[in-house]
């Protein structure tokens, strides 16, 4: 079928959500992630399941959640609209916070579990050196684990990217404003436009397909040659 308004604009706005969402999430995601593997305090597993919380929480309760906090009446939401004029709800940007808290749980094991995987013994020898711990961490740390992360952040884009739940209920079925893919298929299957929701059921498991595949070759482990 030809690209129409149906289709090229969730499409767009679904692009910008999952990217602003996967920018949130990475870069908290990597900062906890990064604490939680280099640092020892009781009750690090409790906050460790904390972080993977949304993984297994439904995205429906998580949206209610996001509308206590960030709703008009939440102390978020009531403090950013009194202060700054700043509304979430119903808005794009209350979809990608939604996007990010759902998939965020995706780039933050990923980016654990590389950073637990550098052997510390590359990092102490370049302290030997006179290296600083910002130093040590851009320059060996980072790299070394870097790999994982990219494969977790391409994950957390391609679960914001079909987020449904949260975002339906945080911010609504806007169409133009925050009608994303996954709710544009659920909105023409509804109206039995068939074939737009055929279209973007394809786009979105392509994009998702193509993502799956490339995180995958990420983590394959690399044979060094002789």
């Not at 692009?15 to 990475?26: E, G, H, M, N, Y």
């Not at 906050?47 to 949206?63: F, H």
């Not at 740390?141 to 079909?162: E, K, V, Y």
């Not at 998702?208 to 983590?219: K, N, Q, Y």
């Amino acid at each position: 079928m030809p690209v129409s308004q149906d289709v090229l604009v969730p499409l767009l706005l679904t692009l910008k959500v999952a990217a602003w969402a996967t920018i949130f999430a990475s870069v908290a995601g990597v900062a906890i992630a990064f604490a939680l593997a280099r640092l020892a305090f009781p009750g690090r597993e409790l906050v460790d399941a904390a972080m993977t919380l949304p993984m297994v929480m439904p995205p429906t309760v998580l949206g209610y959640y996001l509308l206590v906090l960030i709703g008009r009446r939440g102390p978020i939401g009531a403090w950013l609209e009194s202060n700054f004029g700043v509304t979430l709800v119903f808005s794009w940007q209350g979809a990608a916070i939604a996007a990010a808290v759902v998939a965020f749980p995706l780039v933050y094991k990923a980016a654990r579990a590389a950073f637990e995987g550098v052997d510390r013994q590359f990092e102490q020898a370049a302290r030997v050196l006179g290296k600083s711990e910002p130093e040590v961490f851009v320059r060996v740390t980072l790299p070394l684990a870097w790999p994982g992360i990219l494969a977790g952040i391409m994950l957390c884009f391609a679960r914001a990217l079909g987020e449904f739940g949260a975002t339906l209920m945080v911010a609504g079925s806007i169409p133009g404003r925050t009608q994303t893919l996954s709710i544009a298929v659920y909105e023409a299957v509804q109206a039995g436009k068939d074939d737009v929701a055929d279209f973007l059921v394809i786009v979105t498991s392509v994009v998702c397909v193509v993502i799956l595949v490339a995180s995958g070759e990420l983590l394959r482990p690399r044979r060094v040659a002789a």
